[in-house]
Structures are given as structure tokens and as C-alpha cells.
């Protein structure tokens, strides 16, 4: 309640984020292209690669070495293996309910769907959207630090990874404050909210 008071009276009224329109298609995207990514490059600093294909390995190693983002070289390092579990383990179940939610919005039937309180926007999914979000931004400060203090990088060279690194940040941030700041973050004319 006190975190949404703050966060209320920072935004103008008439600006109360949603998940409607154009943010629920940013959304949209942002968790479709996040499963990919997930499973198939960040998943590497997991799992054993040789479940990889060489493909997957390939594109990885090339990501890495191209770009010069030291997280993602092999063999990672211990704190950022663990960060990755977290993602794969806990954040991409997330993603599909999030994809799946985001998409029974577009549905004819709307009402029957949100009637399901795991994609309500009043219910779990709100919950959910502010352990995701939460969990998600504060995984994002030791590999934002860590790829700001790296000496072997310029300014450009980081600029170009904080442009990777940021909608991680972004996103995740931008989803609490929708739920912090909604009752439903589908918006109050959502079925499921009882009258």
C-alpha cells in the first residue's frame, strides 16, 4: 500500500499504466522474444553446453566474443551461472503464463478467461508480475556493474551492451510499477474484477 501511494502520486492520474494497447503489445513481444533467449543463449551459462546444439554454441561464442560481453563466455562464472538459474528456473515458467495471459486478452472470449485466477489481472498474475519484475531488476545490478567496471571495454563497446542489457532492466521495472500501482494490471474494466 505504501509503495503505491509513492509510486501514485509520482504519475499524473490520467497516465496509469496498464496492460493495454500498445504496452500489452511491447509486453507481448518483449516475453515471446525473451523464451527464445532464454532457453537457447542464456541457458548455456546453465546447463551443460554439449545438450547444445553446435549452432546454438556457435551463435553464443560469436555473440560474446563480437560484442566482448565477458558474462557470456565459457565457462561462466559461478555468480552469474546462479543468476541464470534463477532466470531459466523461475523467471521462464513466467514467460509462458505471461505470453499466455497477454495473449487471452485478445481472445472473444475475455470474460470467460480472466475468470481463471492465474491470469486475472486482479489475481496471482498481478503477485506474479511483482516477484518477476522484482527478481528480475535486482538480478540485472551485478551484471550491469559488472559489465560498466570491465577494463577491457570501452565506452562504446559498453554502450552497445547496456543497449542489450537495459530492456532486461527496463521491462521487468516497468511491469512493477503497473502492478504496484493497479488493482488489476489488465486496467478496472478487466472481467474478473467483481462489481
Not at 153 to 175: N, S
Request: charged share 15%; proline share 6%.
Amino acid at each position: 500500500f505504501f509503495l503505491r501511494t509513492i509510486v501514485r502520486a509520482s504519475l499524473p492520474t490520467s497516465t496509469m499504466p496498464t496492460l493495454q494497447g500498445h504496452t500489452r503489445t511491447a509486453f507481448l513481444c518483449f516475453f515471446i522474444s525473451h523464451i527464445p533467449i532464454t532457453f537457447f543463449i542464456d541457458g548455456q551459462a546453465f546447463f551443460p553446453r554439449h545438450y547444445y546444439p553446435q549452432v546454438l554454441r556457435d551463435v553464443g561464442d560469436w555473440y560474446a566474443i563480437t560484442f566482448k560481453d565477458k558474462l557470456m563466455t565459457h565457462p561462466p562464472q559461478p555468480w552469474f551461472s546462479s543468476l541464470v538459474s534463477l532466470e531459466v528456473l523461475f523467471q521462464l515458467p513466467f514467460f509462458l503464463v505471461a505470453v499466455y495471459a497477454l495473449l487471452q486478452k485478445q481472445s472473444k472470449n475475455c470474460e470467460e478467461n480472466y475468470k481463471h485466477s492465474l491470469i486475472r489481472g486482479d489475481g496471482l498474475f498481478r503477485s506474479l508480475c511483482i516477484i518477476y519484475g522484482s527478481s528480475a531488476a535486482t538480478s540485472l545490478v551485478p551484471n550491469l556493474a559488472s559489465l560498466l567496471t570491465d577494463h577491457d571495454t570501452t565506452v562504446g563497446e559498453k554502450g552497445v551492451l547496456l543497449g542489450f542489457y537495459l530492456p532486461y532492466l527496463i521491462f521487468p521495472l516497468w511491469l512493477v510499477v503497473i502492478a504496484v500501482c493497479e488493482e488489476n494490471v489488465f486496467g478496472a474494466k478487466e472481467a474478473g474484477k467483481k462489481d
